[in-house]
């Protein structure tokens, strides 16, 4: 015979797993059925939107080029990261030593496009373009 807190530590096993399951959908909602079992209703992200001022300084800073169009991938599918500093990374070249922190606690990922995009537009409009000055002779033209 069983000890009933296994069948409890079991029970929340499954739903710590399926919570997490949900997370890395990106499900917006969680419902509940009768006998309390969690089904994930997904729903379509929307595209985050790069701010059109910030569009030259990271085609600049991802491609060298302020009229091409940003990118965050290498084409095998690596995230771009900083020729001259590893640290800089994505399609906006993030750099994690000043950034990686604050961007976790606003629950971002720099690595992932919807991230560095979320986190450049933050950034630009709390600090307008001056994190980027080191490419302006690219992009202030």
């Not at 006998?35 to 800073?61: G, Y």
């Not at 690596?78 to 640290?87: E, L, T």
């Not at 604050?102 to 450049?120: R, S």
Request: negative net charge.
């Amino acid at each position: 015979m069983r000890h009933p807190l296994v069948d409890v530590f079991v029970g929340l096993l499954t739903l710590v797993s399926i919570l997490l399951y949900a997370l890395t959908v990106r499900a917006d909602t969680i419902t509940y059925t009768a006998v309390d079992e969690p089904t994930i209703e997904v729903h379509e992200v929307a595209q985050i939107e790069l701010r059109s001022e910030l569009k030259p300084i990271c085609a600049c800073e991802s491609v060298g080029n302020r009229h091409a169009e940003p990118q965050h991938f290498h084409p095998d599918g690596r995230v771009i990261r900083g020729v001259i500093n590893s640290d800089d990374v994505g399609m906006c070249q993030i750099n994690l030593y000043y950034h990686e922190e604050t961007a976790g606690k606003m629950g971002l990922d720099l690595f992932t496009e919807e991230g560095n995009i979320t986190y450049a537009n933050w950034l630009y409009e709390t600090q307008g373009s001056r994190p980027w000055n080191w490419s302006a002779g690219c992009w202030n033209k």
